[in-house]
């Protein structure tokens, strides 16, 4: 019998809990897969006496991550901790300095430092990687890195922070605004810490930049991401989209263009009948597109103790394999510093106004777009309440600064009241 694989984990939340379990009850199993038995031999947490539902007395305890990934019995280190700096950084860079492997699934932390992390895991000869950084249970970094290899990868979509599709998705279900299902979000537990994280689209945005750093051979740049959250969709949004055939997503594009790499992870209206439209609760959608390959969709659990363990465990199976693959698909000192592009593209976009009830007033509206380039695809207006009545344009496909110039006309007609709500609806 060749000799165990002996992991030393660090951060004993929901998904450290749920990888010990993995690796208590599925002894024979993962033997059986690997030729090897997965051991753990030293854990580390915050707090000591809380009591996890596992058992870990046969365990050694370390209160100092960094003393766990520097212990001489350690053959891979496990980082569960979190946080872009800090404990979880401090071991990370220790184990790989120390020649141990390392598993993480630390997004944050692999957005932000994951270039200088990967060369310095190369330079030690040593493997990080980060299957549970993205998409919770989806093998996405392994069919990214691995299945679809030999593609020249043209896209990347994804809904990729459960928590966002399930506040959208609930607030349309039960006809809620934002805040009273954000509320409800945080009352069950959903809300990062930091909420911002999740509904900011912070964490999808890290989680976006991984993916394109594979995706397009490039070094990760979480920096130059567009970021728009979902904290100012509104329920009419939500109803009125669905109307129009749509639903709204906070949707991650990344794509490699003439002029440089896309980046945007935004609230965006997909045809209601597509997959990513079809996209429920906190699950979670990636989908990939390649030159030979074509369209591929994964879907399925993007957070929870199971499918997290269950993607970290993929990690640790391949080291305890032999399987060796860098961190981004090739070895980090040949990924280049990208060109950062906007995402300029013409796009259709949804137009929702609140237009005056005066005669004249919507032909005022039309000849704004008209000017401005603007063609006009469908169009639906509403009973009026009051004195205006909600409008509905779908455009067909314009560049964004065209569109921003015929809000910004419009603003001087003296028809429409507040702001019109524009949003991009991306072609699935
Ligand atoms: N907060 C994330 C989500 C899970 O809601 O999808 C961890 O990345």
Redesign the pocket.
Known sequence: MSTPLRLGIAGLGTVGAGVVKIVQRKAELLTARTGRSVEIVAVSARNRDKDRGVRLKDYAWEDDPVALARRDDVDLFVELMGGSDGPAKAATEAAIAGGKDVVTAN?AMLALHGQDLALAAEEAGVALRFEAAVA?GIPVVKALTEGLAGNEVQRVMGV?????NYILTRMEHAGLPYEEVFEEANALG???ADPT??VGGI??GH?LSLLSAIAFGTQVDFGSVELEGIERIEIADIEQARDMGFRIKLLGVAQMTGRGLEQRMAPCLVPADSPLGQLEG?T?MVVLEGDAVGQIVLRGA??GEGPTASAVMSDVLDIARGIRVSTFGQPASSLEKPVPAKATAPAPFYLRMELQDKPGALAKVATVLGEAGVSIDRMRQYRHQRTTAPVLFVTHKCPREALDRALVAMGATGVVEGHPVAIRIEEV
Do not use: H, S, V
């Open positions: 997004k919770g990729m922070n459960g928590t966002c959903y809300l990062e994280l999740d964490d999808a989680k906190g979670n993007g957070a």
